[in-house]
């Protein structure tokens, strides 16, 4: 973890003209209504959730608060190194200042390889919510929601904003309709949340140990990881030091709500076991209601989808804008990646996020969920070292955010992410760390040799400022 870096601007050796830079354009109002897109509590509750109910059966509650609970030590350690640090890079950016330039580009390739391999398995989704309405083909449905996802990353961040926010809106009643239906219906007692029940030929009930909760504890942790967006836009939102981190922890207050009650309320609701098991909450609104309210929650669900898309693609364009402004690539591709569009957004790098992702949604992805979520508990563990070493040196005395029971926070945090990281499926871990090897190859025969031309992470002079 040698070769760190200040955060100063870097001046670009190929280059005549200044970078360009993203504008600020948003409030804390605006980021936590783009962040919250992205975590985008219905399509998690809707999409992912049910996986885990599939496994876990009355505890996935359990799971996903602890999920979320883990969760607030990670919050703690973005906000401080999201306003120490406030750039569009977000965690390879903070990696590669306070941990060196290695730990900092296998940061940003996790976090690479969790952004563009989300929204297409997402968006694939989308067909099967709009079954009430039309039937239609799941791949070319999920291309064309990247499609119009990317189109509407082209706007400005401003519009866009507006446009997530009443999804956000929409998503969020769906929500509350799950809950309160599940709640009114209730077939079984509060202490079934904290117990293991699953349905088979023999169905029992079982305490719930700490293997049971593991097993499912990366794609919990995967279910609120999107609060990190409010660092990506650190750039564009007003005052960095003081809205990113009221940005990253009010996002994760809202969606653990969001997404904890009504999983809650569908595990009390449920007819029986193998409704819950079943994982099918469409079925389950039906069953308390009628047809008419399934539909209108099917609705919201594929708009919540389409929403998440969006956010998504707007959050991956800046990660390879940045990446391209501080010189990760060859220079023709760096030129592209940062260029800015007339609204302000980097449309080259919008467009190399958004259209690979259409043609993506017509490749298996099953197995990618697994590997997203060792991907996801990797950047975590990164993230964590990095936070452990923010108040090193000059960066000690940096106006910034800091967070309480430092550092007994990151270290806990990087004890129990290790732990996580070892009881995945090894087919996972090999995966994951395939791609590690392949982007350490990378670095070692392109960046390092090249160390004062390429990989010059960099804060914006007006973010250093603040």
Same mark, same amino acid.
């Given at each position: 973890?040698?070769?760190?870096?200040?955060?100063?601007?870097?001046s670009?050796?190929?280059?005549t003209?200044s970078?360009?830079k993203?504008?600020r354009?948003?409030?804390?109002?605006?980021?936590?209504?783009?962040t919250?897109?992205?975590v985008?509590?219905?399509?998690t509750?809707?999409?992912?959730?049910?996986?885990?109910?599939?496994?876990?059966g009355t505890?996935?509650?359990l799971?996903?608060?602890i999920?979320?609970?883990?969760?607030?030590?990670v919050?703690?350690?973005?906000?401080e190194l999201?306003?120490l640090i406030p750039?569009?890079g977000?965690?390879y950016?903070?990696?590669?200042t306070?941990a060196?330039?290695?730990?900092g580009w296998?940061?940003?390739?996790?976090?690479?390889l969790?952004?563009?391999i989300v929204?297409?398995?997402?968006?694939m989704g989308t067909?099967?919510?709009?079954a009430?309405v039309?039937?239609?083909?799941p791949s070319?449905?999920?291309?064309?929601?990247m499609i119009a996802?990317?189109?509407?990353?082209l706007l400005?961040l401003?519009?866009?904003?507006?446009i997530?926010g009443i999804?956000?809106?929409?998503e969020?009643?769906a929500?509350?309709v *799950?809950? %309160?239906?599940?709640?009114a219906?209730?077939?079984?007692? &509060?202490? /079934? $949340? +904290?117990?293991f029940? =699953?349905a088979?030929?023999h169905?029992?009930?079982?305490?719930?140990?700490?293997m049971?909760?593991?097993?499912g504890?990366?794609?919990?942790?995967?279910?609120t990881?999107?609060?990190?967006t409010a660092?990506?836009?650190?750039?564009?939102l007003?005052?960095?030091r003081?809205?990113?981190?009221?940005?990253?922890?009010a996002?994760?207050?809202?969606s653990s709500v969001?997404?904890? *009650?009504p %999983?809650?309320?569908?595990?009390?609701g449920?007819g029986d &076991?193998? /409704? $819950? +098991?079943?994982?099918? =909450?469409s079925?389950?609104?039906?069953?308390?209601s009628?047809?008419?309210?399934g539909t209108?929650?099917?609705?919201?669900v594929a708009?919540?989808?389409?929403?998440?898309g969006i956010?998504m693609?707007i959050?991956n364009s800046?990660?390879?804008f940045a990446s391209?402004?501080?010189?990760?690539?060859p220079s023709?591709?760096?030129?592209?990646l940062?260029?800015?569009?007339?609204f302000g957004s980097?449309?080259?790098a919008?467009?190399?996020?958004?259209v690979?992702?259409?043609?993506l949604c017509?490749v298996?992805?099953?197995?990618?969920?697994g590997?997203?979520g060792?991907?996801?508990?990797a950047?975590y563990?990164?993230?964590?070292?990095?936070?452990?070493?923010?108040?090193?040196?000059?960066h000690?005395?940096?106006?910034?955010?800091?967070?309480?029971l430092w550092?007994a926070m990151p270290?806990l945090?990087i004890?129990?992410?290790v732990?996580?990281l070892?009881?995945?499926?090894?087919?996972?871990?090999i995966?994951t760390?395939?791609?590690t090897?392949?982007a350490?190859?990378y670095?070692?025969?392109y960046?390092?040799p090249r160390r004062?031309?390429?990989?010059?992470?960099?804060i914006p002079e007006d973010?250093q400022?603040?």
């Amino acid at each position: 973890m040698t070769d760190t870096l200040r955060p100063v601007a870097t001046s670009l050796p190929e280059a005549t003209d200044s970078p360009q830079k993203l504008k600020r354009s948003i409030g804390v109002v605006g980021g936590t209504l783009l962040t919250l897109s992205c975590v985008t509590p219905a399509s998690t509750l809707f999409v992912i959730v049910p996986d885990l109910f599939s496994s876990l059966g009355t505890a996935t509650a359990l799971c996903l608060a602890i999920g979320a609970l883990l969760c607030i030590p990670v919050a703690f350690c973005y906000s401080e190194l999201g306003t120490l640090i406030p750039s569009a890079g977000g965690e390879y950016a903070m990696v590669s200042t306070l941990a060196g330039r290695l730990s900092g580009w296998l940061a940003f390739v996790m976090s690479l390889l969790v952004v563009m391999i989300v929204p297409p398995v997402i968006a694939m989704g989308t067909a099967d919510y709009l079954a009430p309405v039309v039937h239609l083909d799941p791949s070319w449905t999920g291309a064309g929601v990247m499609i119009a996802a990317t189109l509407a990353g082209l706007l400005d961040l401003r519009a866009n904003a507006w446009i997530t926010g009443i999804f956000l809106v929409l998503e969020v009643i769906a929500a509350g309709v *799950v809950a %309160v239906l599940g709640f009114a219906h209730s077939h079984r007692g &509060l202490g /079934s $949340l +904290t117990s293991f029940q =699953i349905a088979g030929e023999h169905a029992h009930v079982n305490p719930v140990t700490a293997m049971m909760v593991l097993s499912g504890l990366a794609i919990a942790l995967f279910a609120t990881q999107g609060f990190s967006t409010a660092v990506y836009l650190s750039e564009e939102l007003e005052n960095p030091r003081r809205n990113v981190a009221r940005t990253v922890l009010a996002t994760l207050a809202i969606s653990s709500v969001v997404i904890l *009650v009504p %999983v809650a309320a569908i595990t009390l609701g449920a007819g029986d &076991l193998t /409704s $819950l +098991t079943a994982g099918n =909450i469409s079925t389950m609104v039906i069953a308390w209601s009628n047809s008419a309210v399934g539909t209108f929650v099917s609705l919201c669900v594929a708009l919540a989808i389409i929403n998440a898309g969006i956010v998504m693609v707007i959050q991956n364009s800046r990660v390879l804008f940045a990446s391209a402004r501080d010189k990760a690539w060859p220079s023709p591709v760096n030129n592209a990646l940062s260029k800015l569009g007339r609204f302000g957004s980097p449309w080259v790098a919008t467009l190399v996020v958004g259209v690979p992702g259409a043609f993506l949604c017509f490749v298996d992805l099953d197995t990618l969920y697994g590997v997203t979520g060792v991907a996801v508990t990797a950047l975590y563990l990164l993230v964590a070292v990095a936070a452990l070493l923010a108040r090193r040196g000059h960066h000690g005395t940096r106006k910034a955010w800091r967070m309480p029971l430092w550092p007994a926070m990151p270290v806990l945090l990087i004890a129990f992410l290790v732990y996580i990281l070892v009881e995945q499926e090894v087919s996972y871990l090999i995966w994951t760390g395939g791609i590690t090897a392949a982007a350490t190859l990378y670095w070692a025969l392109y960046l390092r040799p090249r160390r004062h031309t390429r990989w010059l992470v960099s804060i914006p002079e007006d973010a250093q400022e603040i």
